[in-house]
């Protein structure tokens, strides 16, 4: 993430910020509340960058997350959601010891890995054969 190579510095009340919406997110997992898991993992990183004071840019992620927590929600499961819920942490503990170079790679890693979780589970709908059976395919219109 490029926010994590612009930072030199990562102040206490960022990693303090980052470890109550962490047990936050623990917490709405936990509880089953599949709406808030979704909502707070994604939420993650809008809070880690208006902690780092980048207000535009966290403006911009609210925006997205805003669009794929409901995929998230959809097609996370429980165990990738918790997964997920821990490379938060240990990107925290990274940023904690000031290991940016670090923390950077996992957050991208972290990213891969959300979105291959959620093409796994789109992978094993039950409805695939369906959807592709139904689905338009790409080309030109047909004649009306």
Known sequence: MGIL???TIVKPTVIE???VHIQQEREAIKSGDVGARSYLLGDFHVC???A?????????LRDLTARTVLISALYQS???ASESCDEHEQIMG???TGNLDGAALLMTAHIGHVEAGL???IDNDPLLDLRQALR???GPNPPR
């Open 5 to 7: 190579r612009a930072i």
């Open 17 to 19: 910020i980052l470890r």
């Open 48 to 50: 880690m960058v208006e």
């Open 52 to 60: 780092f004071g980048n207000r535009l840019l966290a403006d911009i």
């Open 78 to 80: 429980t165990h990738d």
């Open 94 to 96: 990274l940023l904690a």
């Open 119 to 121: 093409t796994k589970r």
């Open 136 to 138: 338009i395919p790409p």
